[in-house]
């Protein structure tokens, strides 16, 4: 089957591209898929509003704290990995400890989070949800294994994980939606989901040829990786925070009910986001190319990228926008009470497109070595995205919260536009937003 080209690439570089990424995107469309039907529909209706809110909560509040546990450790282990291979059990060894240990230490700070939040509303759910949940943390320790599969470009057996383990989970949550069992088994779901990507690495990893018991700790190389990595956890805890911080202030403001009609919009916006992901991995070898051979190109292909985003990212906001009443009225025919996150899905879907370009230039700001530009841009956004909840919440309710995402996402991605040495940046990613660059294209031909 022939990959649609993309103008400014050459074909078969971004076919050579795209498959060896493939995999990794097979494995998000099967994620997407699971989500859809389970946890966005099937579980939001078996539930109701109040109780998907109260399931949701813990998962928000605990985005956080698991970017904070993981210590950025993933991506910069996997660096280290392909440099020096043969430190393959004292790399993976500490770091298992070391985020085995940040798991526990964690869990006391969850308590404070909660207990904050608690004072200032009380939260409908209790505690005892947000620290079954937060055992995640300590489980997530063994998906560093994760990192040696990327190492060696074995993203086949990733897919075989994750697609196996939602398909599983899904499986396991319609058992527990027809057998009407109550809330707390769901809470418990949410860590055997965990658990069961979690074994998964380790089934693979041990059939692979590899063993657990070689793994070892070393302080030494402790001390080097948690240098180098804390950059890479700041920047996953502002993320984290930039990206569910206004699910975490909707029981604050609002009633918990309204944070179950809201997670079913995000789950349904923000589920498009693996499409830029998969993109900028296939196109970023091209990118990178031609920044070291041909500036003009690299500017071009920069250009065609964004365009590219900006072309996919509103076609699926446009659709969303006048779909989204249909969506709700046919998903929801028996929950009525689901029917008030149509018009805030189709506020919320714009977001998306400044997501799409924030992924793209984003890939801009590593080739250039701008990777404290990307943190600070995010930390804005995280910034702009409390600010605006605290004033729109009380006044539009979970509408507010969509408008603030809007505004937060467009102020990050386009916070490159005030920096003047990432200013032309800024503009190119304008020109594609305003579809000046798009019209230009059409007229030349």
């Not at 078996?46 to 509040?61: C, D, E, R, S, V």
């Not at 505690?127 to 074995?154: G, K, P, R």
């Not at 693996?274 to 031609?290: C, E, L, N, Q």
């Not at 028996?334 to 008030?340: D, G, I, L, N, V």
């Amino acid at each position: 089957m022939r990959i649609p080209g993309i103008k400014g690439f050459d074909q078969q570089s971004f076919e050579k591209y795209l498959k060896n990424t493939g995999w990794l995107m097979a494995a998000r469309v099967g994620s997407l898929a699971i989500k859809f039907i389970i946890n966005t529909f099937a579980l939001s209706s078996y539930l109701g509003t109040k109780q998907f809110g109260i399931l949701n909560y813990p998962t928000a509040l605990m985005a956080f704290f698991l970017a904070i546990g993981a210590l950025g450790l993933d991506g910069f282990v996997t660096r280290e990995l392909l440099n020096d291979p043969e430190k393959k059990d004292t790399l993976l060894g500490t770091s298992f400890w070391m985020r085995l240990i940040a798991g526990f230490a964690i869990i006391p700070l969850v308590y404070v989070a909660y207990m904050i939040a608690n004072h200032l509303k009380p939260l409908d759910t209790p505690f005892y949800y947000v620290f079954i949940v937060a055992f995640t943390a300590v489980i997530q320790a063994v998906n560093i294994i994760d990192s040696f599969f990327q190492a060696n470009v074995q993203a086949k057996k990733i897919m075989y994980i994750n697609v196996s383990g939602n398909i599983i989970s899904a499986i396991v949550k319609l058992i527990l939606i027809l057998l009407k069992l109550p809330l707390i088994w769901f809470v418990y779901s949410l860590v055997f989901d965990a658990a069961l990507i979690a074994a998964g690495y380790i089934i693979s990893y041990l059939n692979s040829g590899n063993r657990i018991a070689k793994w070892k700790f070393e302080s030494s190389t402790a001390s080097y990786l948690l240098k180098h990595s804390w950059p890479l956890a700041f920047s996953a805890i502002l993320v984290s925070l930039y990206m569910k911080i206004d699910q975490v202030m909707i029981p604050i403001y609002l009633k918990t009910s309204e944070l179950g009609i809201y997670s079913t919009v995000a789950n349904l916006s923000e589920s498009w986001y693996f499409i830029p992901v998969a993109i900028v991995t296939s196109v970023f070898p091209a990118i990178m190319h031609a920044k070291r051979t041909d500036t003009d190109r690299y500017k071009k292909r920069l250009q065609n990228m964004y365009d590219l985003m900006v072309v996919i990212s509103m076609s699926i906001a446009i659709f969303m926008t006048f779909a989204s009443k249909f969506i709700y009225h046919i998903a929801y025919a028996r929950h009525p009470e689901f029917w008030s996150g149509a018009p805030v899905l189709a506020v919320h879907i714009w977001a998306g497109v400044f997501v799409f370009l924030g992924s793209a230039s984003g890939q801009y700001l590593i080739a250039e070595g701008y990777t404290k530009m990307s943190m600070l841009r995010t930390g804005v956004g995280a910034i702009v995205n409390i600010v605006l909840n605290i004033f729109l919440l009380p006044r539009y309710g979970i509408l507010g919260a969509a408008y603030a995402t809007l505004a937060a996402y467009g102020i990050a991605t386009f916070f490159i536009v005030f920096i003047p040495k990432t200013r032309e940046q800024g503009l190119l990613m304008l020109k594609s937003l305003f579809l000046i660059s798009l019209v230009q294209k059409i007229i030349k031909r």
